[in-house]
């Protein structure tokens, strides 16, 4: 069984920064790629940036230039490094693991909560 545990939300200020971490436990085969979605009330679960098992990125418009994704494959653990944030970042964020077998596992999500 695949474990996802997420840490690092909170209540920041507009304008600063903050770290979410993943670290993917249990019986990982053939993994692929990592990612963070996030979910606001009312809106749909989006994408906010993923990356390959060999370090390929890839952004939401909106958080380009501010967010950086990056991952330890030693200690399967993907990071999410999130700079000059805005209150329209504020949602419930979600660590997301695949495998090449197409299997697709979530975290239990973490509040970030920006105030203008």
């Known amino acids: 069984q695949v474990q996802l545990v997420e840490s690092g939300g909170g209540l920041v200020q507009a304008g600063g920064s903050l770290r979410l971490s993943c670290a993917v436990s249990?019986?990982?085969?053939?993994?692929?790629?990592m990612g963070w979605y996030r979910q606001a009330p009312g809106q749909q679960r989006e994408l906010v940036a993923d990356?390959?098992?060999?370090?390929?990125?890839n952004y939401a418009d909106s958080v380009k230039g501010r967010f950086t994704i990056s991952r330890d494959n030693a200690k399967n653990t993907v990071y999410l490094q999130m700079n000059s944030l805005k209150p329209e970042d504020t949602a419930v964020y979600y660590c997301?693991?695949?495998?090449?077998?197409?299997?697709?596992?979530w975290g239990q999500g973490t509040q970030v909560t920006v105030s203008s």
């Open positions: 990356i390959t098992n060999g370090g390929s990125t």
């Open positions: 997301n693991f695949n495998t090449v077998l197409r299997n697709n596992y």
């Open positions: 249990g019986r990982i085969v053939s993994p692929n790629a």
